[in-house]
């Protein structure tokens, strides 16, 4: 996979356009376009990196953006909690290979593990605006 073969190189570079919440030196964080919960967001490296295991300092890099994403969707949203978790190959349902990790705000109404993956109904424009404070 080269950098412009990747569809998250390709956001970072602006090339693809995307929901943009937050982004610091290392990083950029994005509204997942089929969103688990209402403002399941992506933090990703600004650098190619397959998966979170394949380079060991990647975690660590994204580290800062995954606290402040998830306190910033708490504050926002009223979201009460956050699931965050990386996919790193093939079988554990990794789909897009450039390493990313998913901060997935969770709500009182609809709690717990076995409720993570929605269902939900989310209009992205809507939710990036109550975030970000952008008008739509
Ligand atoms: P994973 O299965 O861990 O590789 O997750 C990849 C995630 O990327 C999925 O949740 C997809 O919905 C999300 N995704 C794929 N294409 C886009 C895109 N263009 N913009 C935002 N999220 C995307």
């Known amino acids: 996979m080269t950098e412009s073969d990747c569809l998250f190189c390709r ?5 693809i356009p995307s ?4 982004s610091d030196d290392a990083s950029v964080t994005f509204l997942d376009i089929s969103p688990w919960q209402e403002g399941h967001a992506l933090v990703i490296p600004r650098r190619h990196v ?5 380079d060991e ?4 890099e994204l ?14 949203l009223g979201a009460s909690a956050c699931n965050i978790l990386t996919n790193a190959g093939a079988d554990s349902g990794q789909e897009v290979f450039h390493a990313h990790v998913h901060v997935i705000p969770r709500y009182a109404d609809n709690p717990g593990i076995a409720n993570l993956r929605g ?3 989310s209009d992205l424009d809507e939710v990036h605006a109550r975030i970000t404070g952008k008008g739509r």
């Open 11 to 15: 956001i970072v570079s602006g090339e």
């Open 19 to 22: 929901k943009q919440i937050h």
């Open 119 to 121: 269902p939900v109904e």
């Open 63 to 76: 580290a800062p953006a995954v606290v402040a994403v998830g306190n910033l969707l708490k504050e926002r």
């Open 57 to 60: 300092s990647v975690l660590a």
């Open 50 to 54: 397959a998966d979170a295991l394949a």
